[in-house]
């Protein structure tokens, strides 16, 4: 925090002033989030009516927009785990005043990932397929398949992060109970007092929260890595050219927290200038996320070269030419007119690289750091170029297998578009309702940020 004198009352006070009656402009923009959210809905009707076909998914395409926003949302939902599980454990100070809105994003994203496996099926409405369990049709789950995979992983993930995220509630949501009987509102006391679990602040009850939050911080750190490793290995276990490789799983992992870390201050920074939050999300707090950014940046840069590197040094033809079809396109010899097909993976592929390696290098100073405007700004980019490389990977060598035969192009069509844009609205529709809902910052870590517990002196 900065040099502001801070009182558990202006705590309270600030934190609580962000869940009043809202401003007008706040349901223009929530009209937004809806209005992109219907148009997803509108083109899912289209498809469940129409078919997948008439989706761009086609032979031998059969992964396209879908598992890339599948991939994608997954990596945005990394950013919560790590700040609130794995900077816990580390200590770090600066994630107290972001690890509330990130583990809600961490829930969101999670949620908006795992509906498109199944709407990549087409037939979303058999979804219970995919459990094990007994039945009458005598089937049972092929746990060789990647989509079996997803659905453990995803609800796994998400199972934690939702109990993650509400044992860090508890004590924030007794003091909105308490507001709400103090103020006579009874409807909003009748639904707070069941989430607070009866918190009443005793030191027993801090003793068994301290060590419930510890328990499941040490649990889901190992899920940071393993959950996006697991969807890695949809394409690692394969022996398609470019996806059969053993740097997939370190470079999702750092993929996943370098786009999330990026989503969390895409979504901050507005919250901070709009609330007026600058004593809490402080330039110190910008500046770690910054650095922590352009850690992961250079590690998904490393990983770029060395898939090349890999491609090469195999000795594969077939590795060789997908990396070579990747930026820029078909090679001479395999063309009957000798020109480049420069396609949809081709510019992936480009703005991946501008977005994810070029457009972080100016937060290395301190001032563009600083200056959250650019910061904003470097982030949006890294979310497209996030979007993009794993379309790179997912589009990109579907296309260029191993026979010339087999090959197809591939371009998103409207529906797919629309289901995309929807999806967002999503994420932001909820992301909006909760920061009016629930305190979008950890009340009581505040509390104990601004005023530690002293220690016993030692006495000889």
């Not at 962000?18 to 223009?28: A, D, I």
């Not at 923009?29 to 959210?37: C, I, M, P, V």
């Not at 899912?44 to 129409?50: D, R």
């Not at 700040?83 to 994003?105: G, H």
Request: with cysteine; proline share 6%.
């Amino acid at each position: 925090m900065s040099g502001t004198t801070f009182t558990y009352g202006k705590i309270n006070d600030d934190m609580l002033r962000m869940l009043e009656r809202p401003h007008p402009s706040y349901f223009l923009l929530l009209l937004g989030f809806l209005t992109a959210l219907g148009l997803g809905v509108l083109s899912l009707a289209v498809q469940v009516n129409v078919g997948i076909g008439y989706s761009g998914i086609n032979h031998p395409i059969a992964w396209g927009v879908y598992i890339t926003n599948f991939v994608f949302w997954i990596g945005i939902g990394h950013a919560g785990t790590l700040i609130s599980a794995v900077f816990y454990l580390t200590r770090a100070p600066w994630r107290t005043a972001i690890y509330r809105a990130a583990e809600a994003m961490t829930v969101f994203a999670v949620m908006t990932a795992g509906l498109f496996p199944l709407l990549h099926t087409g037939r979303p409405w058999l979804a219970y397929w995919l459990i094990p369990y007994p039945n009458q049709r005598m089937l049972w789950v092929n746990f060789k398949s990647p989509l079996a995979w997803d659905v453990f992983a995803v609800s796994t993930y998400m199972t934690v992060s939702i109990l993650f995220f509400m044992i860090g509630l508890i004590p924030d949501i007794a003091i909105l109970r308490d507001e709400a009987i103090r103020k006579g509102q009874k409807l909003r006391a009748m639904i707070f007092t069941p989430l607070s679990l009866f918190w009443r602040g005793t030191n027993y009850q801090w003793m068994h929260y301290m060590r419930a939050y510890l328990i499941y911080a040490a649990i889901a750190t190992p899920l940071v890595f393993s959950v996006h490793s697991i969807v890695s290995w949809d394409f690692a276990m394969s022996s398609i050219p470019g996806w059969h490789t053993t740097i997939f799983a370190p470079y999702f992992v750092a993929g996943a927290i370098f786009s999330g870390l990026a989503m969390v201050m895409t979504v901050l920074i507005p919250v901070r200038v709009v609330f007026g939050l600058e004593d809490y999300i402080t330039d110190h707090v910008v500046q770690s996320v910054c650095r922590v950014i352009i850690f992961t940046s250079i590690i998904v840069g490393y990983a770029y070269a060395t898939e090349f590197f890999i491609g090469w040094y195999s000795g594969s033809p077939f590795e060789k030419a997908i990396f070579y079809f990747r930026p820029f396109g078909l090679m001479e010899e395999w063309t009957l007119t000798g020109e480049q097909s420069i396609g949809f993976p081709q510019i992936a592929f480009f703005l991946m690289v501008f977005c994810n390696v070029i457009a972080p290098i100016p937060l290395w100073r301190w001032k563009i750091r600083n200056n959250l405007v650019a910061v904003w700004i470097i982030c949006g980019l890294i979310n497209v170029g996030m979007w993009f490389e794993r379309f790179n990977i997912v589009g990109s060598s579907l296309q260029r297998e191993f026979l010339p035969a087999a090959w197809g192009s591939y371009w998103p069509t409207v529906v797919e578009f629309g289901i995309t844009v929807g999806s967002f609205g999503f994420f932001f529709t909820l992301f909006s309702l909760f920061v009016k809902a629930l305190p979008p910052m950890a009340i009581m870590e505040l509390k104990e940020a601004a005023h530690p517990p002293m220690k016993k002196e030692a006495h000889g």
